[in-house]
């Protein structure tokens, strides 16, 4: 979500916006070609803000969502989802606090969608959800983030999930395949660890930072894929988005019974395809299986800097390591599987 004074200082950096929403900064490849490479400032405004106010806004969330919600502080985010009563994502947050308000962070895509499923638990709760537009959001990404971070902000948080704070600037360590970070604060103090940030990395948008989710196995969500996905088979588990102990939220007994008594038969999984990036929940097929029945879905793809689509794909266990894969149909573009930074072993049963 973009103020007029965000907008106003990207225009002047050169920044392409449409419909509020920064495309890039002129060059597609070379950003692209940067975001692999991780040395990054990407303008976050396709993500929405929901500030959580009032003496039940703990309770009432974790009434709501998958993580412990009482595990939020000044000093930890999380990841987590709110379910429909039987199971399925309809959104992936990331939840922290700033000046003792819960924050949601999320699509901007699916914000007035979030906003109505949640506003219908309220009931009598004390408690109010409104869209935040007066704070800005940009991302930084490299290998050398922290060093170069050091110098504007102090302190930093170290391992991913933590939250510090910086003066005006709300400071949150993310996962990617580089060190990486979001900044959230007044369009003042943002623009000006823009301009000191912008002498170490090329600016982006949208495209690339969801390419850097991509290339971090990030579990990401689009309108497309709503209700499609229990948690689990998003790799929520894997980091941290889900409590199996909190009790009971809308949604835990699927949940809940996915991760005691089932064995989980989709997973999310990182291809590189030899095509153009298809749109969230394209099929995909697999020569091992009948050719009138997908194996799986795209979750999202981005352009990968050295040709095809990288992509995120939700897929049958049983396909992962057999057949070859194709999008769209039996016959098309061919789907290589690529390694993902943690081990799926790893995640709860």
């Known amino acids: 979500m973009m103020t007029s004074e965000w907008q106003r200082f990207l ?10 929403e920064v495309q890039g900064f002129g060059s ?20 929405a803000l929901i500030a959580v106010r009032g003496a039940d806004a703990e309770t009432f969330l974790q009434g709501q969502l998958t993580n412990d919600i009482h595990a939020v502080s000044a000093s930890h985010s999380q ?15 990331r939840v922290f606090r700033r000046d003792e308000v819960l924050y949601l962070a999320l699509p901007e895509a699916l914000l007035q969608g979030t906003l109505a499923r949640l506003r219908k638990y309220v009931l009598m709760s004390k408690v109010t959800l409104e869209p935040d ?46 060190p990486r970070y979001e900044l959230i604060g007044p369009p003042t103090a943002l623009g000006s660890l823009w301009e000191a940030l912008g002498v170490h990395a090329a600016p982006v948008g949208a495209g690339p ?76 097929f697999n020569t091992a299986h009948r050719e009138d029945e997908g194996v799986g879905v795209v979750v999202a793809a981005r352009p990968a800097p050295d040709g ?14 057999q057949g070859d894969l194709h999008l769209g149909r039996i016959d098309g573009p061919r789907c290589t599987v690529q390694p993902l930074p943690y081990p799926l072993e790893s995640a709860s049963r």
């Open 11 to 20: 225009e002047r950096a050169g920044a392409q916006i449409v419909a509020g």
């Open 28 to 47: 597609p490849e070379r950003e692209s070609r940067a975001a692999e490479s991780g040395e990054v400032i990407a303008d976050l405004s396709h993500r």
């Open 79 to 93: 990841l987590s989802a709110h379910c429909t009563p039987k199971g399925r994502v309809v959104s992936l947050l």
């Open 133 to 178: 537009s007066a704070l800005a959001q940009m991302g930084y990404s490299a290998a050398t983030a922290a060093h170069h971070l050091r110098d504007l902000l102090s302190p930093l948080p170290e391992a991913i999930d933590a939250v510090t704070r910086s003066g005006e600037t709300t400071v949150l360590r993310v996962p990617g395949p580089y």
């Open 209 to 284: 930072w969801e390419l850097l989710d991509i290339l971090g196995g990030v579990p990401v969500l689009h309108p497309e894929t709503l209700e499609a996905f229990v948690p689990q088979m998003l790799n929520l588990d894997v980091f941290d988005g889900i409590n199996f102990k909190k009790g009971c939220y809308t949604g835990q007994e699927i949940v809940a019974r996915t991760h005691y008594l089932g064995k989980l038969k989709r997973r999310m999984v990182r291809l590189h395809c030899a095509a153009e990036p298809p749109p969230p929940a394209t099929p995909l």
């Open 308 to 321: 095809g689509a990288a992509l995120l794909a939700v897929l049958q266990v049983e396909a992962i390591n």
